[in-house]
């Protein structure tokens, strides 16, 4: 079974600050990795995938991630945060067999500070 | 104009009511899901249909139905409702043979709905 872990519910960082948030996945099969992002009253927005190659993506709005499979990881980041950057970020896996379906972490909330 | 709507995008009812929420689509994907999501718990995979005769259950399909009337539309029913099921919910669809192997899921806007 795949399962997602995202590290803090919450995050506050100042304007101009480095934007991280955690993402760690268990899967047996190499994943398909994902980060969604939800700004307040709206659906989610892709902001960036890792399916295959290149192990640094880049998204929209500045924002990165790098898939590490030793680590188990995909963890978001951006060198300097915007206040239009404060929304929820979910961190997403989906395996390449079977029901193909996302699998969702449990969401980050960013607040961005003035 | 949106290419995955949901409607209504909010509604009250009351305990033991039958819901319909219900999704469009113009993306021409074969794929639809439904997601509920709750504070703290992410999104959870309700019901998912990968085309108009091929409907499967999810993690957390007790309580709803679901209905592929076409490609372009797929509902989701609550047969009696109970505050539990207070949530948003959230349709997505994806297409592989146009987006890749990668599946990557479009999400409408969402439904807030409140069981009392």
């Known amino acids: 079974a795949q399962s997602v872990t995202q590290l803090g519910s919450h995050v506050s960082v100042s304007e101009g600050a480095l934007v991280l948030l955690r993402c760690n996945y268990s899967?047996?099969?190499?994943?398909?990795l994902f980060w969604y992002v939800q700004y307040p009253n709206q659906g989610l927005q892709l902001l960036l995938k890792y399916t295959t190659g290149a192990t640094l993506v880049k998204g929209i709005n500045g924002f990165e991630a790098e898939f590490k499979k030793s680590e188990t990881s995909f963890h978001l980041t951006k060198p300097s945060a915007h206040m239009s950057d404060a929304a929820e970020y979910f961190c997403a896996v989906l395996m390449d067999t079977g029901r193909r379906a996302l699998t969702f972490g449990s969401g980050t909330r960013l607040q961005v500070q003035p | 104009d949106a290419d995955v709507t949901q409607t209504p995008r909010n509604r009250i009812t009351k305990t033991g009511k039958r819901i319909m929420l219900e999704c469009s689509q113009t993306?021409?994907?074969?794929?639809m899901y439904w997601y509920r999501q709750d504070p703290g718990l992410g999104l959870r995979l309700i019901y998912y249909s990968f085309d108009v005769k091929d409907i499967n259950k999810g993690e957390i399909s007790d309580g709803y139905s679901v209905s592929r009337q076409a490609q372009a539309k797929f509902s989701l029913s609550l047969e009696s409702a109970i505050p539990n099921q207070t949530a948003l919910y959230f349709c997505a669809t994806s297409d592989p043979l146009r987006g890749g192997s990668t599946d990557t899921q479009y999400f409408g806007p969402g439904t807030r709905l409140t069981v009392l």
């Open positions: 899967s047996s099969v190499p994943p398909y």
């Open positions: 993306k021409g994907h074969d794929r």
